[in-house]
Each structure stands twice: as structure tokens, then as C-alpha cells.
């Protein structure tokens, strides 16, 4: 009899390493065959080239420091600015070297008060800011007696002036009466301060704010009345 001849379909089999087996009745044993490797069609997606775009990033940078600018322009100008105190006209209240914040957007919706310390430039030759309390008001009349100050005929105590309060300048007389749109002002430190006793009363369009907040040194951190 002749031996029946049994043929084996082909199994695919696949070891670790990516190659398939071909096994075989005929041969009795098995073939490795290479597997193709995966295309990116394969893979499903298209790898495409990172699309960098350093002129537009540079064109944003540029935007943002602009507009930076600009905001710390108009906030410095309408709303409020640091100012450094350089006289020692104001001690102990304000020392020199101490930096202060001055508002200058609340004065256009509020007149200004007795007591208000302010930032201004005066109507002398100087190229710096003077900064003083405000002691009288337009129409109200100032007397200087016996180194003390008077408004409206009463005496005014403001706690942290020092000194006597003496005329400085002939040509400011008393009783003075400030004029319509004018405020009469004085360092704290009386004995040492260059204010209306020498200049007179100064225009309010002068003022360029008032002083709300000393933030330096942060160890004299102090709010003022505003």
C-alpha cells in the first residue's frame, strides 16, 4: 500500500522578535520569514516638520512690552506716581530718601482740605517738587502770633508740626487772606522749611497730587488720610 500523503495548511506564527514561523508537514520543521516593516501609512498619521515662527514670537514680545508701557504711562500720569522726598522740610513726618505715593485722580472729584499733605511745584526757580501740608484754603485768612498759626482767627494745632511758626518774607503780610483758587501751605518742620511764609499762596493747578501712602522704607509703611 502506498503511505497516504497528508498535507498541513501553513500556520502563520509569530515569535518575540517580530519574524513569522511557516511551518510545514513537508519539511518537518519551520522557516522564519520577515515581517515588513510598518510604514507612517501604517501608523495611521504623517509626521510633519515643527513649523517655528520666531518673527511672530518676537512681534508679541514687542506688543506686550508696548502695551506694558503704555498702561504704566497713563497710570502714572492720571491715576498715581512715586515721588522721592528731598527736603527736610516735612520731618519727622516725611524724612528725606523716604519714597511716597501721590493720587492724583481723587482731587478732580474732591477739593483739597486743611491738613492734606501735597506734592506740587512752586511758582519759584526750582526744578524740584516741594512737598508740604496744606494749612489754609482759598478765602480763608492766615495770622502768624506769638510763632503759632492762626486761620480765620483761630489757632490751628496740626500734631506733627514743630517749631515756631515765624514770617519769613516781608513781602507776604499778614493777616493773609488766600486767594480764589490758591492754597496757603508749611513744612511740619517750621524752623526749616521754604513754604508759602516765602513764596505765598500757590495756584491749585500747581498740585500734582496728594500724598496717600509712604511705602519706603517698608518699615515706615504709613496710609495718610485721602
Known amino acids: 500500500m502506498g503511505s497516504a500523503r497528508v498535507c498541513v495548511p501553513v500556520v502563520g506564527l509569530e515569535n518575540r522578535a517580530g519574524t513569522s514561523l511557516r511551518a510545514t508537514s513537508e519539511s518537518g520543521g519551520s522557516v522564519p520569514e520577515q515581517t515588513p516593516s510598518a510604514t507612517p501609512s501604517d501608523r495611521g498619521y504623517t509626521p510633519s516638520p515643527v513649523s517655528r515662527r520666531p518673527l511672530g ?23 498715581a506716581q512715586p515721588y522721592r522726598v528731598e527736603q527736610e522740610s516735612m520731618r519727622s513726618t516725611l524724612e528725606p530718601n523716604q519714597y511716597v505715593l501721590v493720587d492724583k485722580l481723587s482731587p478732580h472729584f474732591d477739593s483739597y482740605s486743611r491738613g492734606d499733605i501735597v506734592v506740587f511745584n512752586p511758582t519759584i526757580d526750582t526744578q524740584i517738587p516741594y512737598v508740604k501740608r496744606i494749612v489754609a484754603v482759598a478765602g480763608e485768612t492766615v495770622e502768624l502770633r506769638d510763632g503759632n498759626l492762626f486761620v480765620n482767627g483761630r489757632l490751628r494745632f496740626f500734631p506733627q508740626a514743630h517749631g515756631a511758626t ?25 524752623l526749616s522749611s521754604q513754604d508759602s511764609r516765602t513764596f505765598g499762596a500757590q495756584p491749585y493747578n500747581r498740585i500734582i497730587g496728594k500724598v496717600i501712602l509712604r511705602f519706603w522704607p517698608p518699615d515706615r509703611l504709613m496710609f495718610f488720610d485721602w
Not at 66 to 74: A, E, M, S, Y
Open 57 to 79: 514670537c518676537l512681534i508679541e514680545i514687542a506688543e506686550t512690552l508696548v502695551l506694558t508701557i503704555i498702561i504704566f504711562w497713563l497710570i502714572q500720569t492720571f491715576v
Open 166 to 190: 515765624l514770617p519769613q518774607m516781608p513781602d507776604v503780610k499778614y493777616p493773609f487772606k488766600v486767594p480764589d483758587g490758591s492754597f496757603f501751605a508749611l513744612g511740619d518742620n517750621r
